[in-house]
């Protein structure tokens, strides 16, 4: 229903043709303008119009409904404290639970889940419409937790100080009130954190290109600032890196001087030191004292899309970072592996890290993979878990602590499944799976490539009846997105399977460029 919904608004609002340079629709970007909010109103009205005058409104609209509000779904996990946690959202708890379970108790498919904080009743008691957006625990216990809520659901965020145990927050904890901000902890008594302090103190995007240091019982304005960017930038965001038993190894300040080009700053010795890597690179990790980045562009004879490894100590000595690291050994380069270049048809679409392990998610002609990393020696070697395949697959939770890893499966016509995994053993096992919303036995996926007119193909598939007839006569949806490197691989789409195929129709997601399905380039 959402698809076929956007598909009408779209061909009901794509009716203008530019005539001029002027854009006769400039108005449009006052997103909250009096004028723009009526012309979205009239519009909308437009299509509520058509839609709800179709005779099949009522069904597919009690279709769909069964489909959205089903109650048999996966609570997807989380690690924390040994356990699990979820959030969860439903017809009597739309603002949602945030709950913990027992390890053994999920991977039994048997959960007893334990409320730790219901929005529904916070925003009751406190007259506002909060929604979660995550927290952040203190390791390696993961008692205290600074969890962020939104009030009506944008990004501007409130933070308050949690305490797991007695399942309430805590009157003289850290709190931090709205604003579009990132927050980690130093230690028990010590935050680090982003946020604009004074109007001036924002991007042109309206995030924090400052951070600082709150300690405990102390007021913002004793907070001690680390690092300054400029506003220009499109944000500043620190990153605490833990080993597996929570000791800080470095503070990073990750500066994105554009979308996508960020540098990182190591702040641990007062004085910020830039790490020595290409602006077109992300951080992904920390594992066995080697930070793991993915590489946007070529950079010290690694190629665009390399997984490499960056020796923390080495680097520290080589950028002469830390008197007593100098001490111990001598200055060297700064040292860095690769760990896996992707193929021509593959990109990284994810990593993550265990306690000895890189679990790098893939894409590999646009269908999922999940390769595991450990280090040998001098190098690195890789295995591939075995995972349905023709499938998008989400590496869903990865213990920080140990080898335990969660994997979403699904793909046009199978069902979500949920898989349990061990990333030293490199074993999976099914955990959960949900029921077919549509019958798929009439259908066949294929996957086709588009010759574009510089001679570059571009992949795509189509899902189509098993009879249908190459004559243009089955009706067929296209969908077809590029852009900040977001790849469409294959997805189980109920609404779509209910509404569309089953009554005869077919439908093609193409994976056009500006998408991440073939990696930077």
Same mark, same amino acid.
């Given at each position: ?118 929005? @529904? ?41 949690? @305490?797991?145990?007695? !399942? ?11 604003? !579009? ?341």
């Amino acid at each position: 229903m959402r698809s076929l919904l956007l598909l009408c608004a779209v061909v009901l609002a794509s009716g203008a043709v530019m005539t001029s340079d002027d854009d006769p629709f400039l108005w449009l970007e006052d997103v909250h303008g009096a004028k723009a909010l009526e012309w979205v109103k009239v519009q909308n009205e437009r299509s509520a119009a058509k839609l709800e005058g179709d005779a099949r409104y009522e069904t597919y609209k009690s279709e769909a409904l069964a489909i959205f509000t089903a109650k048999d779904r996966i609570s997807l996990p989380e690690f924390r404290a040994g356990g699990i946690d979820n959030t969860w959202q439903d017809d009597t708890h739309p603002h949602g639970l945030w709950r913990h379970a027992a390890l053994k108790s999920y991977r039994a498919g048997k959960a007893k889940w334990e409320t730790l904080l219901d929005l @529904d009743k916070l925003s009751k008691d406190e007259g506002r419409n909060w929604f979660w957006k995550g927290v952040d625990c203190l390791p390696p216990e993961d008692r205290y937790c600074l969890v962020h809520l939104s009030d009506g659901g944008g990004d501007a965020i409130e933070v308050r100080e949690f @305490d797991t145990e007695a !399942k309430s927050f805590i009157a003289a904890g850290f709190h931090l009130e709205r604003a !579009k901000q990132n927050v980690d902890w130093i230690d028990r008594d010590t935050i680090i954190v982003a946020r604009a302090w004074t109007p001036e103190e924002a991007t042109e995007s309206g995030y924090p290109f400052t951070l600082k240091l709150i300690k405990r019982g102390e007021p913002l304005s004793k907070a001690k600032e680390v690092f300054r960017g400029v506003k220009s930038d499109a944000l500043i965001a620190p990153r605490v890196m833990r080993d597996p038993d929570g000791v800080v190894r470095a503070t990073i300040a990750e500066r994105r001087v554009g979308f996508f080009e960020t540098e990182f700053y190591l702040l641990d010795s007062g004085t910020p030191v830039m790490l020595p890597l290409p602006k077109r690179s992300s951080l992904r990790g920390l594992v066995g004292g080697q930070l793991i980045f993915t590489l946007q562009e070529p950079w010290e004879g690694f190629e665009t899309g390399a997984l490499i490894a960056l020796d923390l100590d080495k680097t520290l000595i080589a950028l002469d970072y830390g008197k007593l690291l100098r001490e111990q050994a001598a200055k060297s380069a700064v040292a860095a592996q690769l760990i896996m270049q992707p193929g021509e048809k593959q990109t990284i679409d994810a990593v993550f890290t265990t306690r000895e392990r890189v679990v790098v998610q893939m894409l590999d002609d646009v269908k999922g993979t999940i390769e595991v990393f450990a280090r040998k020696g001098d190098g690195w070697v890789g295995q591939r878990l075995v995972l349905p395949k023709g499938s998008s697959l989400v590496v869903r939770a990865a213990q920080k602590t140990g080898p335990l890893l969660f994997v979403t499966s699904e793909s046009f016509l199978e069902p979500t499944k949920l898989w349990w995994g061990d990333a030293v053993r490199a074993q999976v096992e099914q955990v959960a799976a949900l029921p077919a919303r549509f019958k798929a036995s009439t259908h066949v996926v294929e996957q086709n490539w588009a010759t574009s007119p510089d001679g570059t193909k571009i992949p795509y598939f189509l899902v189509r009846p098993k009879r249908m007839k190459a004559d243009g006569s089955t009706p067929t949806l296209l969908f077809g997105y590029g852009g900040f490197q977001l790849s469409k691989p294959p997805v189980y789409l109920p609404e779509m399977g209910k509404l569309w195929l089953e009554r005869g129709g077919a439908y093609v997601i193409a994976n056009i460029r500006g998408g991440g399905e073939f990696g930077p380039a």
